[in-house]
């Protein structure tokens, strides 16, 4: 079982080689000490966060004494696209326990990352051959959508294509693959999940061992605040204090996005490797609950509205084929 302490840290140790506690990777209602199922776990997480930026700790600045060291002594870590919404919760909470090099492409958040564009295959291959890594955290994708759809070759290049020119850099020092995914590459509906399914398989030949994490909606703070992703849009709601507006109509199991961290830490500590892993809490949410439940406290009014988005049933079926509970 997995448990949470009165200071809601989870326990490593009680989630140890248990995979299938990893594959469903969530307390379940009212199985921990504090009482707390998962997905109150993320709002009570993330309220206290979002308090401490409501009083200013918005857009921190990263300003290390030393460069990244890289030593030899312990794994090192290349998180590739650091800058991200989750690259950057990744590169911080995973720095204290191993080496890790971080990646940049437009946006240097820390002045230790190292410049790459994934699309340039020499690049790829020249960084990652500098750095030489044991294992490399791929985060750089273009997760919208609408992005994806609207200039579908540079999807294709830099969701996919890239994905080949960072598996044969791994592969060429031995290094083993983790790919941020989606759960919409499961039963892909639209172009983005299409590239995520076919840069899932790509991933999956990897010669030294692999790991795809599936994420559904990402909650929790990030020391990037800035990109436009869910999460910080909240966080910008919070900013302005006006209402807001969000739909009812598509339901998703929230990831929290330090048991990405945790996760990553656990498998490889522990050699959990060649696996394709759910990260999600077991209740259903829409924009609207998770908007309703993170705004409120803050006396921010949300308005809900039904969007009829189309992504629903898709991913209804996908949750059953993923044994998770349906509606
Ligand atoms: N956020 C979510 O709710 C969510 C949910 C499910 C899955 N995911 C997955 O999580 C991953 C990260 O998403 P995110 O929300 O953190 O996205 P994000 O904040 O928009 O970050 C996108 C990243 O892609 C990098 N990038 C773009 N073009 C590049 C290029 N040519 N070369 C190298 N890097 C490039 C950006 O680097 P610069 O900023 O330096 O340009 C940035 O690090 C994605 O794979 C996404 O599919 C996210």
């Known amino acids: 079982m997995v448990e949470y302490k009165g200071n809601f840290k989870i326990t490593i140790n009680e989630l140890r080689i248990n995979i299938p506690i990893l594959l469903r990777f969530a307390p379940r209602r009212g199985g921990g000490k504090s009482g707390l199922d998962g997905y109150s776990f993320i709002i009570r997480g993330v309220a206290q966060l979002a308090s401490a930026f409501?009083?200013?700790?918005?857009?921190?600045?990263?300003?290390s004494s030393h460069p990244d060291k890289i030593m030899d002594d312990k794994t090192k870590i290349s998180i590739i696209g650091a800058s991200s919404y989750v690259g950057a919760r990744l590169y911080f909470d995973l720095k204290s326990k191993f080496i890790v090099v971080g990646t940049y492409s437009s946006n240097q958040l820390s002045k230790n990352f190292i410049y790459l564009d994934i699309t340039n295959k020499k690049e790829v291959e020249k960084v990652i051959n500098d750095i030489r890594p044991n294992v490399i955290i791929h985060v750089a994708n273009n997760a919208s959508a609408k992005w994806c759809d609207t200039y579908p070759?540079?999807?294709v290049l830099l969701n996919q294509t890239a994905t080949q020119y960072i598996a044969d850099s791994a592969n060429k020092v031995n290094a083993k693959l983790i790919y941020i995914s989606t759960m919409g590459a499961v039963k892909p509906s639209n172009l983005y999940g299409k590239t995520k399914s076919k840069s899932e398989k790509i991933i999956k030949t990897s010669k030294y061992g692999y790991l795809i994490l599936r994420p559904s909606l990402i909650l929790g703070y990030s020391p990037?605040?800035?990109n436009?992703?869910?999460?910080?849009?909240l966080l910008k709601n919070l900013d302005e204090g006006v209402s807001a507006v969000y739909d009812t109509s598509w339901k998703f199991q929230p990831t929290y996005i330090r048991h990405m961290s945790e996760v990553i830490t656990a498998c490889i500590n522990n050699k959990i490797f060649n696996r394709s892993i759910v990260i999600a809490v077991t209740e259903m949410k829409s924009r609207y609950d998770t908007a309703r439940d993170i705004l409120t406290p803050f006396g921010i009014k949300v308005t809900p509205v039904d969007a009829k988005d189309s992504t629903f049933e898709v991913f209804k079926d996908d949750l059953s084929e993923l044994n998770?509970?349906?509606?």
């Open 54 to 63: 409501a009083w200013g700790a918005k857009g921190c600045s990263f300003k």
């Open 153 to 155: 070759e540079k999807a």
């Open 224 to 226: 990037n605040t800035t």
């Open 228 to 233: 436009d992703r869910p999460f910080n849009r």
């Open 324 to 327: 998770y509970p349906r509606l």
